[in-house]
């Protein structure tokens, strides 16, 4: 199974609800990463997850909680969002990222998520 | 420091005619470089990647792309694009020797291949 999944698909939250996205990988992978995209702009990087631990914050804001229960889960709580975090949600898991290691990263479907 | 260019934002072939989809990077160690594509509402997909060794690499879909130390690029390409070819492309680059888990990626190539 080479597949990353990821649900919803798409969400519609107004700014005081709060939701979580979830991500699930069965590769075998040691790391899970969140990105967030704008249309037809280059990923960025959220949080990085490396043996369940939280290894990279790339100074997001609180009102986006990650959590990772297990090695194969990767959760994305969102609490009082503002419009501008509309975007596309994507998850990636890859084998590692110790010793700055060569691997290419699986990418989740994603999630679009409108904030009202 | 790493960063990655895709000096064009849009690149237009001819179905059957070779693509060129250009790269160029700096780091201050060694790179690892990758290539992603993406499809309409879809995720990032992985095409190919250089590590070390042989500077042409093959990847997915007939796609390779050469490694050029000396011109530090990474350019993607294949000899006969089809229009199902058509999508996003990222190139992404690692130091080979810090910033483990950050790939930057470059602002992308939209590929668009005409019947």
């Known amino acids: 199974d080479t597949e990353v999944t990821q649900t919803p698909k798409h969400l519609v939250m107004g700014m005081t609800n709060k939701k979580s996205l979830k991500c699930e990988q069965h590769?075998?992978?040691?790391?899970m990463y969140w990105y967030k995209q704008k249309a037809k702009k280059p990923p960025e990087l959220m949080f990085v997850y490396s043996y369940e631990k939280l290894s990279i914050n790339e100074s997001v804001p609180s009102r986006f909680s990650p959590e990772c229960p297990n090695s194969s889960l990767l959760n994305l709580h969102l609490h009082a969002l503002q419009p501008e975090d509309s975007a596309l949600y994507l998850c990636?898991?890859?084998?590692?990222?110790?010793?700055?290691?060569?691997?290419?990263?699986?990418f989740g479907p994603g999630t679009r998520l409108t904030v009202l | 420091a790493q960063s990655v260019a895709q000096p064009e934002d849009q690149v237009n072939v001819a179905e059957g005619n070779p693509l060129t989809v250009k790269c160029t990077y700096s780091v201050s160690g060694n790179p690892y470089l990758f290539w992603y594509v993406q499809y309409p509402n879809r995720g990032l997909q992985f095409l190919l990647k250089y590590i070390t060794g042989d500077n042409l690499v093959k990847g997915s879909y007939g796609f390779e792309a050469e490694f050029n130390k000396s011109q530090t690029s990474f350019h993607l390409k294949k000899p006969s694009a089809l229009v199902s070819d058509s999508a996003l492309y990222f190139c992404a680059v690692r130091d080979f020797n810090t910033n483990a888990g950050k790939s930057t990626f470059g602002d992308g190539t939209t590929l668009t291949v005409k019947p």
């Open positions: 590769m075998g992978h040691r790391a």
């Open positions: 990636a898991s890859s084998q590692d990222i110790s010793s700055g290691g060569p691997y290419e990263q699986f």
